[in-house]
Structure formats: structure tokens, C-alpha cells
């Protein structure tokens, strides 16, 4: 997502890197935009208390906690919303464009990935052969994503799609790498016991179906988008868009 905000052509004065969690992405905004004002926001605090340690040898970012879907900042006053990886957590997705659109200075850019429909289907799978409940998130169709950034009333919304594959030796160690990422729901159940711990053994045979060359895939689906907010001015270039 960094690499194609390389193309647009602005200068934003006001930076929200919107669920920042730990602050990677934050650090890289202070240092391509140094003269700007950058808010990281995250609803974990222990998340965002390591982003405030970022840009050590420049200025640091302003940190808030808060709930994406409720944002705790004014009306029209940022330019440049940048969002990696937080969106499908959202409970109300229609919602959080909205608040997208309020926050965001006429003209403003929001630039964001999410995760699509088809991410960790071999897990979604497996744990269907075993029972019913959702073990693993519920993510949305790359369409549906781009259909509500729309009827936010955001311009110009453009979506692409990778497709990528991880590979792990057993299903143990996706599992252990979902944790670490905060997708607690397509990880593990809330209660073991040694029900539970049959069920996991179930899914850990079905998922042993994709197998091949002695490794097991994990798919992500990864959807990229980008719209803007009301009209653009003429200091603001569109994406691939040439100087006069």
C-alpha cells in the first residue's frame, strides 16, 4: 500500500494512520512526510504506546485511542488517511467509511488495504468438517468493500486485488501466526476442554487435504483501495496522473 501512495502527488498537512497498531506504518509516514502532522490512532493502548516511541529522530506522531467506527477527531481536518490492515475488524463497515468521509478535508485521499472473502479458506474449510461455528473471521468481497466506500459518498473509488500464499510445515504454526496478529477468532475456540481438543484435531486432518510438496498453504486475499473526498483541488494530482 506505501508503494502505490508513492504515486499520488500531494503534500498533507494533516496524516491519519488510521489502527496503526505498533507503529510501522507511522514511522514511514513521519519520514516521507516530515513537514506533516501525523495521528496515529489505535483502540489498543498497549498497541499505541509503542507508536509513540516512533520517529525518535524526528518528531513523533500524535497518538489517540479510539474507536475507528466513532472517531475522536474534528470534522474535516485531515487530508491523507492511510489505513493498513485494520478495516476487516470493523464491525460496521458502511460506518467507518462514513466517519472516513467526515473526518477528511474536501479533496482529502483515503488510501487503505483489508483483507478479502477468499483469506484462509483451506482454515474456513476445515473447521466446516468439523462444526458450524465461525471459527474464522467473516472477511468481505472485494465488490461489497468497494460498493460501500461508494454509497459513503467518497469519489472516484478505485479496488484491486492480490492474491497471495503463505506455507507452513503444520497447521500449528498458522495458528500460532494468526494469535500474533490479533485474529484471535480464527485461531482458536475460547473454551478447550477435551471436546475442544478432538475438534482441533478433526481440523488439523482436514486441513491436511491442501497439502503438496510437503507444506501447507494459507491463502490471503489482499484488497487494495483509494477514493477521495468531495472535489479534488488542482494542487492535488489523481494516482498516475502526469504534471501539466
Known sequence: MLQRLELVKMQPRVILDLGCGTGAQTDMLLRWYPKSTVIGLDFALPMLSRTATQGRWLKRPLCVCGDMEQLPIQSATVDLICSNFAFQWANDLPQLFTECLRVLKPG??????????????????????????????????????????????????????????????????????????????????????LTGKARMQAMREAYEKFRQEDVLPASY?????????????????RIDEEPD
Open 108 to 193: 482529502g485521499l483515503l488510501m487503505f488495504s483489508t483483507l478479502g472473502s477468499d483469506t484462509l479458506k483451506e482454515l474456513r474449510y476445515a473447521w466446516s468438517t468439523v462444526d458450524q461455528s465461525p471459527h474464522v473471521s467473516p472477511f468481505i468481497d472485494m465488490h461489497d468493500i468497494g460498493d460501500s466506500v461508494l454509497h459513503s459518498g467518497f469519489l472516484e473509488p478505485v479496488m484491486d486485488v492480490d492474491q497471495m500464499c503463505l506455507t507452513y510445515a503444520t497447521v500449528d504454526q498458522l495458528m500460532y501466526d494468526l494469535k500474533h496478529l490479533g485474529a484471535h477468532n480464527a485461531s482458536h475456540q475460547q473454551h478447550w476442554g
Open 221 to 237: 486475499e489482499v484488497v487494495y483501495g483509494h477514493a477521495w473526498a468531495g472535489e479534488s483541488p488542482s494542487a492535488v494530482l
